[in-house]
């Protein structure tokens, strides 16, 4: 009687190790690593394979259908691919999982349809000093110098400076060169130009324009602008107006320089909207690693 009770025992410790471990070489089932299928979805809508991007997502919110991240980026690039209802799919399990996140995956689509509706314009507008001006730098030469389209830039500026002389102005770029930031020589151009240096809040840290929009928000809510006319160049202006639409930035007005404008008028195909979504992605902060 005792062997048979020792012998049951065995047995049941050998079938607990069995379902643990996955005994006789059978392999316990694992749960999708999420981590990993979140970057990995991030590397491939970088790489520009949305379709590997989108099944990375599937599978990731088929194993934890709460992955608040997930579920934005699933939701935006369905909106991209034009799939309506993996867009509202997504979009309504967000709003019960993270109403926050969902009310930011909102914002991030509208930014980008407003910034495809963007009309580049060389035209200064009216504007009050409860708008600012925002002027995007441009890498500088070698020596520290402006290159003529951060000077086409700059000339919109300043026209849009005397159109609303109460405006604070930000400029806005790092990348030094020879010792000067793209902000620093911006400023310098414009208070060349007979600009009020007091006007002028130098923005230096920025490196793309992802970075221009976060870091001139803050500068303009600190200015105390509540909205701002964006300068920068017609190739450039779409893409701009939705990082600051996302970074919280009313944008009121996008003045350009003449440069390229002409081709630029016409809104870009969808192919050609997919940096502005990459970049309105990494505005919203949802491109980090896990």
């Known amino acids: 009687m005792k062997t048979s009770r020792h012998w049951k025992f065995l047995v049941a410790t050998a079938f607990a190790a069995c379902t643990i471990t996955g005994l006789a070489g059978v392999p316990a089932h694992a749960a999708p690593d999420t981590d990993a299928l979140y970057n990995s979805a991030q590397r491939n809508f970088t790489d520009g394979n949305d379709a590997a991007g989108r099944a990375d997502l599937r599978t990731l919110i088929g194993a934890d259908p709460n992955h608040a991240e997930a579920l934005a980026l699933q939701a935006i690039w369905s909106d991209y691919a034009g799939d309506l209802p993996a867009l509202a799919g997504a979009l309504g399990r967000l709003h019960i999982v993270d109403p926050a996140m969902a009310q930011g995956t909102d914002n991030v689509l509208g930014a980008v349809r407003a910034a495809v509706g963007t009309l580049p314009n060389p035209l200064p507008a009216l504007a009050g000093p409860q708008t600012g001006i925002v002027v995007l730098g441009y890498g500088l030469l070698p020596d520290g110098s402006l290159r003529p389209e951060l000077e086409n830039r700059l000339t919109a500026a300043w026209l849009q400076s005397l159109v ?127």
Do not use: C
């Not at 870091?215 to 105390?224: E, P, Y």
């Open 164 to 290: 609303a002389p109460g405006s604070p102005i930000v400029v806005t770029g790092g990348n030094p060169q020879n010792g000067i930031t793209e902000a620093e020589a911006m400023r310098n151009w414009l208070v060349g130009h007979g600009v009020p240096q007091a006007r002028i809040n130098v923005e230096t840290r920025a490196s793309s324009t992802v970075q221009n929009a976060l870091f001139s928000t803050r500068m303009l809510r600190d200015a105390g602008a509540t909205s701002a006319i964006v300068v920068t160049s017609p190739n450039h202006v779409r893409r701009a107006v939705a990082d600051f639409i996302v970074a919280g930035t009313r944008v009121v007005g996008a003045m350009t320089s003449l440069e390229q404008l002409v081709s630029h008028l016409p809104p870009p195909a969808k192919p050609s909207q997919r940096g502005i979504y990459l970049d309105a992605i990494r505005t919203f902060e949802l491109n980090a690693a896990h």
